[in-house]
Nanobody, 123 residues
């Protein structure tokens, strides 16, 4: 059974940092593009970042470039999202899922979504 479990969210002050984790089971992350997505209250879900199957190519939404870094640990079968210099507009539920790049944008390539992890950036 394919599963993705997100964790690491929480409340952080503006300018702070968080690291999100996406633990996969039932499949090997190294064989798929895995990315991070987020959905803020009242908004559509948007693609944040995507890492290639080889782990060497990464894509980011313009809104997070230079602040967020996606990485993975194949031994732990886990994908991470390091988020620095957080802003209130980064507040959202963050999800990991299989991803693809369409016209330079991060898009999902699956109908499976985990429960997500809530990130709240507030003073």
């Amino acid at each position: 059974q394919l599963q993705l479990a997100e964790s690491g969210g929480g409340l952080v002050h503006p300018g702070g940092s968080l690291r999100l984790s996406c633990a996969a089971s039932g499949f090997t992350v190294a064989l798929y593009r895995i990315g991070w997505f987020r959905q803020a209250p009242g908004k559509e879900r948007e693609g944040v970042s995507c890492i290639s199957t080889g782990g060497t190519r990464t894509t980011y939404a313009d809104s997070v470039k230079g602040r967020f870094t996606i990485s993975r640990d194949t031994a732990k079968n886990t994908v991470y999202l390091q988020m620095n210099s957080l802003k209130p507009e980064d507040t959202a539920v963050y999800y990991c899922a299989r991803c693809q790049i369409l016209n330079g944008l991060v898009r999902s390539s699956t109908d499976y979504w985990g429960n997500g992890t809530l990130v709240t950036v507030s003073s």
